[in-house]
C-alpha cells in the first residue's frame, strides 16, 4: 500500500512529530510506502510530492514547523481543483491519504471521502485546540506555554513602570489559549471570542489593580469583541476558506484604557511566536499517538474518520462529525477565573 500524507492550514509545533510516527510504524510495522503531498491540498492539486521513507522522518521530532510545508489552500475553491487531486492521486498510485490539519483542511478531507470516495484519515492539528470530538489538540500546549512564559515576563516591566500591558494572543472564535495563558500567567483581564466585553468593566479592572499597587496585565484573543462593537481586523483580506486577517485589538484596547483611565498602556502582540519552535513534551507524545493511530485506521480500511484524544485514549470519530462546529469555551469555565479580574 502506498500512503499519502499532507499538513494543511497553519504551521503548528508536533506536525513533524505526526509525519514521523505514521511513516515510522507504517513502514516497520505494516510495509508501507509513503509519500508527501507539499504545501498541504495545493501539493495534492498540483502533484509536487516529496517522497517519507525512515531516513527522511529522523531527527524531526523536536523540530517546529513542517518538513512538508503547509498553506490554506481550498480545492474546492480552485478550478478543477478536485479533478486534479484524484488525477494525481492516481498518477502517484495513493491509496489512502494521511491528512493533518484543523478545521478547514479536515473539513476539506471530510468532503473528499463523503462525495468522492478518496480515501482519508484526519489528524487534528490547531493552536487554538477548538476542534470538536477531541479533547486537545497538539500545538496547543506549546502555544499556551509560550504565551505564559511572555506573560511571566511581562509582569516585571509592567511593575516597573507602573503601566498597563496588554498582551494579545491567537484566538479567533475560541478563546482557550488566553483563558489557559491568563490563568497560568496571572493576568488580571481576560477577554476571550466568547464573551463580549464592557470596555468601562476592563477599566474598572485595571483602576482597581492599581489602588492595590499592582499594575495590571490584560491577556486578550485576538478574536474578543468589545459589547458595542466588532471584531477588530487587520484588514479585509479573505483566504480561500473565507477567513479574515485578525489583530489590532490588543492596541485598540490599550488605547481605549489609556483615554479613559489616564493610566499608561502598551501592547504586545504574541502573533506566530506562538507557533514557532520546538513542541512540548505534551504535544511531541500528543502528536506521536495520533500518528501511530492514524495508520492503524489506514490498516483497517477505516477512512472518513478522524483520531481523537478522550480521556487517555485515542479513538476514531468522523471527521465530519470533528468538523461540523468549533469546540468554544464554556461560559463556566471563563466564569471560574473571574476571581482574578480586577
Known sequence: MKVGVLTGGGDCPGLNAVIRSVVRKGV???????????????????GNTVP???????????????????????????????????ENLA??????????????????????????????????????????????????????????????????????????????VMGRHAGWIALHSGLAGGANVILIPEQRFDVDQVCAWVT???KASYAPIVCVAEGAMPKDGEMVLKDATKDSFGHVRLSGVGEWLAKEIEARTGKEARTTVLGHI????????????????FGLHAIDAVRDGDFGKMVALQGTDIVRVPI??????????DPALYQEAGVFFG
Request: glycine share 12%; net charge negative.
Open 28 to 46: 516497520q510495522e505494516y510495509a508501507y510506502e509513503f509519500i508527501g503531498f507539499r504545501d498541504g491540498w495545493r501539493g495534492a492539486v498540483e
Open 52 to 86: 517519507l521513507g525512515i531516513p527522511a522522518v529522523r531527527g524531526i521530532l523536536p523540530r517546529g514547523g513542517t518538513i512538508l510545508g503547509s498553506s490554506r489552500t481550498n480545492p474546492f475553491k480552485l478550478e478543477n481543483g478536485v479533478r486534479q487531486i484524484k
Open 91 to 168: 498518477k502517484y498510485e495513493v491509496d489512502a491519504l494521511v491528512a493533518i490539519g484543523g478545521e478547514d483542511t479536515l473539513g476539506v478531507a471530510a468532503k473528499l471521502y463523503e462525495e468522492y470516495g478518496i480515501p482519508c484519515v484526519g489528524v487534528p492539528k490547531t493552536i487554538d485546540n477548538d476542534l470538536s470530538a477531541t479533547d486537545y489538540t497538539f500545538g496547543f500546549d506549546t502555544a499556551v506555554g509560550i504565551a505564559t512564559e511572555a506573560i511571566d515576563r511581562l509582569h516585571t516591566t509592567a511593575e516597573s513602570h507602573m503601566r498597563v500591558l496588554v498582551v494579545e
Open 208 to 210: 482597581s489593580r492599581f
Open 274 to 289: 506562538q507557533r514557532g519552535g520546538t513542541p512540548s513534551a505534551f504535544d511531541r507524545w500528543l502528536a506521536t499517538r
Open 320 to 329: 465530519a462529525e470533528a468538523t461540523a462546529q468549533l469546540k468554544t469555551v
